[in-house]
């Protein structure tokens, strides 16, 4: 018996290692214990996170909205580094298009009609910080360790024909009652506002080509005027409600930026910019109530009225940091509004691509003439009033706003505020010769300015962006903004392209900015 069962066990430990030699090196190596393959909804939420553009970072001092007082921890300097690098995330993009199609998905085609989307949307983004960059050749792993560089004009081209596939596929599946998909962190997965969201990006993608009408390759008025003009076939953010945001959530410790457990630490650094509050205060624009505090050293030594908007001041961001370290020290700017910004975990919602924005950038749209027949002055009034209403600025009526009580100790109780009924009215605030739209130039700089207003702390730098493009509106500088005294007009590439892409990356600049990785440079969609 004993030798039976010797002999059974030297077949099978011979049939195992069998077996064995048989696997490759990489089946040998696959860790049992863990997962191995990642679903495309995982992907997804991962890709979400990866393009989240937060407030509180450097693009909000580059938009001159919210500057560093003290250098210790920051300054707001436009001597730019590297532009953004999503690659690692568009190789996720990738595989999560390939995954759907494999796994047992109730919507495969979505995922597929998203990953274009996000082609799109993380392409153009690098190309508006950089320039020319590797789309057609990038992503081949060790097939193409050096792609060459498509032209800016080419990833926009690209990117226009992602974004008409994906509003196509996502129209099919929202009319046949396709489900949603997992792992949306922003719409829960409907389709039907992902679709919005597609051809709202489309819009903003078209104004940043505004310089670039008369190209027939881009077709910049006829793309805009097919998108607007067709809202069954390209439907569009209808309201704030179908904004592309991100709300904190405090009970999984993913905390707005700025809040009650860092004011002490942080909520002197950084004061709020002229830029800003001065355009706000040249309007008499109720906003300011809301998003900032008064001076204090203009209210509590100057005894004027704290709703009075010669109480609202920014720092201009050209002054030397150690004036303006010692003039914010002095309570003479206005500093976040601590109710707002800071007194709970969660903030305001962040949005990355909104309605305010897209009624802003159809009214600029149709004041270019791009769109025959268009109403710019509605869609303007539209874009104001929804971005009123996010603050919780009412039509007509009165609005309460809270200001922090010098002295107090705790952001988070509401006693610690003085409190101020300030009248509120639409109609006056828009009959205002400097905000009542106007036709041409003039109507043109209003959009601008108010579109500036609306992205305050959202969208990451498309603020930037559209001053770089239009000059509106305008940027100071000075010793602190560094850079010689000018705005940088862009970002320089990775310095892995330097040393891993040496051929290419030098072929790119020589064809673009005279062969320096120059933050100067002047870029093809601003020529």
């Known amino acids: 018996m004993k030798n039976i069962f010797k002999t059974g066990g030297l077949l099978l430990g011979l049939a195992l290692a069998g077996t064995g030699c048989n696997k490759s090196l990489d089946e040998l190596t696959v860790n049992e214990n863990k997962p191995n393959a990642v679903p495309a909804s995982l992907l997804f939420t991962g890709i979400l996170n990866d393009a989240y553009e937060g407030p509180n970072g450097q693009n909000e001092v580059w938009d001159q909205y919210y500057i560093w007082n003290y250098d210790y921890y920051g300054n707001d300097r436009y001597d730019f580094g590297a532009g953004a690098n999503y690659y690692t995330t568009l190789k996720n993009v990738e595989l999560m298009a390939a995954k759907a199609q494999t796994e047992a998905a109730p919507n495969p085609q979505a995922y597929g ?3 274009n989307f996000f082609r799109a949307y993380l392409y153009t983004r690098m190309s508006l910080e950089m320039g020319d960059l590797p789309q057609t050749q990038a992503l081949q792993g060790l097939e193409g360790l050096t792609p060459a560089y498509d032209s800016q004009k080419a990833v926009f081209v690209q990117a226009f024909k992602w974004l008409e596939s994906a509003n196509a596929d996502l129209g099919t599946l929202v009319a046949a009652g396709a489900p949603s998909v ?9 389709l039907a506002q992902w679709q919005k969201t597609v051809n709202t990006l ?34 569009l953010m209808a309201s704030a409600a179908d904004n592309m945001q991100l709300l904190a959530n405090a009970a999984t410790n993913n905390f707005y930026p700025t809040n009650a457990r860092n004011f002490g630490n942080e909520g002197s650094r950084k004061n709020t910019s002229a830029t800003y509050v001065g355009l706000l205060t040249q309007l008499h624009d109720p906003r300011v109530y809301a998003t900032c505090e008064p001076a204090r050293y203009l209210v509590d ?15 201009d961001p050209g002054l030397d940091l150690g004036v303006m370290y010692d003039q914010a020290g002095k309570q003479q700017y206005s500093f976040l509004n601590r109710k707002r910004y800071y007194s709970t975990l969660t903030g305001e919602p962040s949005i990355q691509i909104g309605y305010p924005e897209l009624a802003f950038n159809i009214a600029e749209g149709i004041n270019r003439g791009w769109l025959a ?31 922090y009580r010098p002295g107090s100790a705790d952001v988070t109780v509401a006693s610690n505020y003085d409190t101020y009924a300030v009248p509120v009215s639409f109609e006056a605030y828009y009959a205002q010769p400097a905000v009542k739209y106007a036709a041409g130039a003039p109507g043109l700089t209003e959009i601008l300015q108010q579109k500036y207003l609306a992205l305050f702390r959202h969208s990451g730098l498309e603020a930037y962006f559209t001053y770089r493009r239009t000059g509106v509106p305008n940027f100071t500088t000075g010793p602190g903004t560094g850079n010689g005294g000018r705005i940088a007009l862009r970002f320089k590439y990775p310095a892995s392209e330097r040393t891993a892409n040496t051929t290419n990356y030098q072929a790119a600049l020589a064809s673009q900015y005279g062969g320096n990785d120059d933050i100067n440079g002047v870029m093809y969609v601003l020529k």
Do not use: H
């Open 182 to 190: 997992a792992g949306d962190i922003y719409f829960g997965g409907n």
């Open 113 to 115: 009609a998203l990953a």
């Open 373 to 403: 027949g268009g109403n710019a002055e509605a869609y303007y009034t539209a874009g104001i009033q929804a971005s009123m209403a996010f603050y919780g600025l009412p039509t007509s009526g009165t609005y309460t706003a809270y200001f």
């Open 301 to 315: 030594n100057l005894k004027q009225s704290p709703t009075d908007f010669a109480s609202f001041v920014g720092a």
């Open 202 to 235: 489309r819009v903003r993608l078209l104004l940043a080509l505004s310089k670039k009408n008369g190209d027939a390759d881009l077709n910049v008025a006829g793309q805009f005027a097919a998108v607007v003009g067709s809202p069954a076939k390209y439907p």
